[in-house]
């Protein structure tokens, strides 16, 4: 069938290639996209990847418990999508946090053989790696000239944003394998018509399946901007060329309806599992409304900058340990001006001006309230589903389109020199592109340059739990300090590292937060409180401590864990080994076991009355001591 000029001209489609050139510049490709994300993870690789990564902590830690938990429950007989060894005993609904349970699955092997570490670290290095090499195969189909479809994938691939969130452990975000294969499969469909609707939708199920289990966020962005890309292209069409229309509109529907119909299908029992299954959550996903106060600001594409407070809390707490980030909303100021120059320059190229509308409409709805001016995602952050997406995260959709634009425009500036100018200061085109592309990226590899090897840190147990955790008998529920809850999650790391041989109360993600804590909201207060090291800490007042007691209730608390070893890393540590002892002590009213390093509560359902203590004997027994051992003696002796 004639391709009309309205979506693209004749002269701007790559020829035909032979499989075995394809293949060999693909692979190609690869090698060089893998050979980038060794070097982006040269301090895990070069080291020890079953015990190295970002760290044990923060959303790291949460995310090598989502590694853990598909292998272990494929072993034990569990469901994939739900758990009661975090929340216990209502239990985790994996589909509505971050689980990437198609990754977890997909890297089962790995992680038996060699524990959810290593598993979690394939994952992440692949993800630039596949991420880069789906952008290059999409420009592959619209550039005639290979390596401006490989520019493009490091654009794509190796972004800033992509990168920063790697460093931050938001896997379900930096997996972006998927939409530009979506774009590929929609471009066939749509456009070339060339292979049978049925199969092209049938593609479309799979990888919209595949991202559903990577990520429902990045799913529903994918959505909105093909939904609206198509939009877009009837529209141009209708207006440039509308006899170009009716001829595709039937093959077009046999695909988009065959791929409607089996995702749907597909999908049905996920979705109702989502929606209605065990420990599902109602209302918006982070439902105190501050995470969704993430977006841009109008200087934040060109201004590389940093994450500010967020990069700070992170590296005091938990997460990347590294030099500051760049802001997620960095762009580059050299793949900006590329692509600028590039729809200005062929601005008939209604590839060019298509991707350059979807990545306006991006960039805008990227940005957040707070800055002093209107912003159009006040119209839909109070929409369901749609106002559960982090603003800041429409700059997927706007670096996939710079990187479609970029490759294009190189390409076509590769190809009007050499019709032009076959030869300027003895450079060849291809020469001179190429030194353009290596300029344009330059800015974006100097922001990011500090962190390049991304920094690495060993994942760390306590004694407690290397030497006694790991051989607890069936049954056991710990309370795990600091509580995962309070942001210091570290406590999933061990629960992963150890095989799940406990379950844990509390959690974190969407589901650790108060407003989800139901009958046990008051002690979830106190003990996110007396975790997080910020703000006062809570006193042993009557009222505090028998909240603690109603949530070790509430929570089938059957053992209490403080690690004592003050080598540890900060983020692993909450307030003082010597309060906590001494507040869970108050509150137990009995002293706890000193073992491995660790006080231990093992009998907590055989609860004594607690300790009824002045604010300023406690005061004088946390703060005056000499060790933490003297803690539990003094609370007992001071009581009234």
Known sequence: MTQPATFEHPSEVNPKHTAPSKWRVTGMAAALYALGSVILWWGVWSTHPSTTTTCGCGDAARFLWFFEWPSFALTHGHSVFSSTWLFHPGGINLLNDTSVLALGILCTPITLIFGPVAGMNTALTLAPLLSALSMFMLLRRWVRWSPAAFIGGLVFGFSSFLITELALNQLNIAFLAIPPLVILLLDQLLIRQQRSPY????GLTVLLVLQF???TEVLLITLIFSALGIVCMVIAARIRNPDSIAPRVRHALQGLVTAAVATTAVLAYPLWYLLKGPAHLTGPIWSNG???QSGTSLTSFLSAGNLGQLGAEMTRFGGYQGPQLPGLGYLGVGVVVVAV?????WRHDTRLLLFGALGLAAAVLSLHPGHGYWVPWTLFHNLPWIGDIVEVRFTIVLTLCLAVMTGITLDRGRTWLTSNHPAIGGLKPGTIAALIGTVMLLPS???LWPNIPLTARAVILPRWYVQVGSKLPPGKVLLSYPLAFSGLQSSQAWQAVNKMSYSQAGGGGPQGQVGRAGSAK???QVLFSASLPLGPAPGPSPSNLAAIRAALTSWEVTTIVIPDQPNLPRYMQGRSSAYAVGLLTAAMGEPPNYSHSA????????QSQPFTISP???DACVNGSVSPKTVPGCIARSSH
């Open 213 to 215: 289990f990577i990520s």
């Open 290 to 292: 501050n995470i969704t």
């Open 341 to 345: 120059l590039g729809i200005v320059i």
């Open 616 to 618: 300023a004997s406690f």
């Open 445 to 447: 590899a100097i922001a």
């Open 522 to 524: 008051a002690g979830f």
């Open 199 to 202: 199969r092209v939708g049938a």
């Open 599 to 606: 006080w231990v509560w093992s009998a907590v359902a055989v």
